[in-house]
């Protein structure tokens, strides 16, 4: 048995550096896709969606602490009133505000397309970026186009799904003679997923100036999840009327809260921040659709979820525009590491600049 267990890691040590970032971002997808299933189980359940979020994210911040506290030892800079206030205020948008948006639109929809509307976030992103001055579009030149049209592409398919049902294409109620628009319940499921997908983008571009203050990942999520944890037993103690939503009833509800907390949360975090510091953000992007067909293959088998025309097109327009702005941003970096970088605006219609990529679907912690 020691024997078996020694080979199986000698020939882990031997697998080629970009076979183990590949096979680590299969592994961060496939917890991703569960928890997206998990958590759509647990709210047919009929959980509270303001204590679950509270466990969920004590299991995250115990499983997180001591990695910030040790591996970012000598990195952590002192903590000052005025890093609190920003630190209170990323935990508020990127954990409480974010993860109830997804609670609220998994709760109206389905985890399918709770999952597609997360392709969105880095065309978000981007747009997000630009406007503050923080991104580079070079409207002359094939990556500033790829990336508008991909932002573009990536509204368009929000909307799509949104707005447009139409026909069942599989699943277990093929009628002949429905609607093809959608109820009031599932389009504003749809809106709280844009919100959630908008609040993680946001989580993103907050980071960026607080990240060359407090340069320790980990700690500032470690200080996130302390301060959502604080937001949403307020919050909780206020609008949650039924003391019995507190009490874990079950088994099942006991492992959701520990599946969301550690897999989804810290271990998937922990592989991300791996595999960007390796290869980079573009890497980390470019396997967001395999999370969402995972999604869609359980949860037509598990669930036995109905699947919508206009569902379909929507994902499409939105995946096409994730890979245009990730492509986009890769040529956008071969471009730049062959000339010099540009700060103003120039003839080549940049609209602004910025050193660093910010399409990272990075601490994706914050969303499901």
């Known amino acids: 048995m020691a024997e078996a267990s020694s080979d199986s890691a000698q020939r882990m040590c031997a697998m080629p550096e970009r076979a183990k970032l590949h096979l680590a971002m299969i592994v961060c997808q496939l917890g991703f896709a569960g928890n997206h299933i998990i958590l759509k189980i647990a709210l047919n359940m009929g959980i509270s969606l303001l204590v679950f979020p509270v466990y969920r994210n004590i299991v995250a911040l115990v499983a997180l602490v001591p990695f910030a506290y040790f591996l970012e030892k000598k990195d952590r800079p002192p903590v000052s009133a005025s890093l609190l206030l920003q630190f209170f205020f990323l935990g508020l948008i990127g954990l409480t505000c974010n993860q109830e948006f997804y609670y609220l639109g998994l709760d109206n929809t389905s985890a399918t397309f709770a999952s597609a509307s997360e392709n969105s976030v880095p065309a978000i992103t981007f747009l997000m970026a630009a406007i503050f001055g923080m991104e580079q579009v070079h409207l002359k030149r094939k990556d500033g186009i790829a990336k508008v049209l991909g932002t573009v592409s990536t509204v368009a398919g929000s909307l799509v799904i949104t707005l447009y049902k139409g026909p069942t294409l599989f699943g277990s109620n093929l009628q002949s003679h429905q609607s093809y628009f959608l109820g009031t319940s599932w389009t504003l499921g749809c809106i709280y997923l844009i919100g959630h997908c908008l609040c993680w983008s946001s989580w993103i571009i907050i980071q960026i100036p607080l990240l060359k203050k407090y340069?320790?990942?980990?700690?500032?999520?470690?200080?996130?999840?302390?301060?959502?944890?604080?937001?949403?037993?307020?919050?909780?103690?206020?609008?949650?009327?039924n003391s019995q939503a507190w009490i874990v009833n079950s088994t099942d509800e006991f492992l959701t809260i520990f599946y969301t907390g550690l897999v989804a949360s810290a271990m998937t975090y922990a592989i991300q921040i791996y595999v960007i510091d390796?290869?980079?953000?573009?890497?980390?992007?470019?396997?967001?659709?395999?999370?969402?067909?995972?999604?869609?293959?359980?949860?037509?088998?598990?669930?036995?979820?109905?699947?919508?025309?206009?569902?379909?097109?929507?994902?499409?327009?939105?995946?096409?525009?994730?890979?245009?702005?990730?492509w986009g941003k890769g040529e956008e970096r071969k471009l730049d590491e062959e000339t010099p970088s540009v700060s103003e605006n120039d003839s080549n219609g940049v609209i602004s600049s910025s050193n660093g990529s910010i399409i990272q679907p990075l601490l994706a912690t914050s969303s499901d």
């Open 215 to 241: 340069p320790a990942r980990l700690s500032i999520a470690t200080y996130a999840y302390f301060f959502s944890i604080l937001q949403y037993l307020v919050i909780a103690a206020v609008f949650e009327r």
């Open 278 to 326: 390796k290869a980079g953000p573009l890497f980390v992007s470019v396997y967001l659709p395999l999370q969402t067909l995972l999604v869609a293959i359980i949860e037509a088998i598990a669930l036995d979820e109905e699947f919508y025309l206009g569902g379909i097109i929507g994902a499409i327009f939105i995946v096409i525009g994730l890979y245009l702005v990730v």
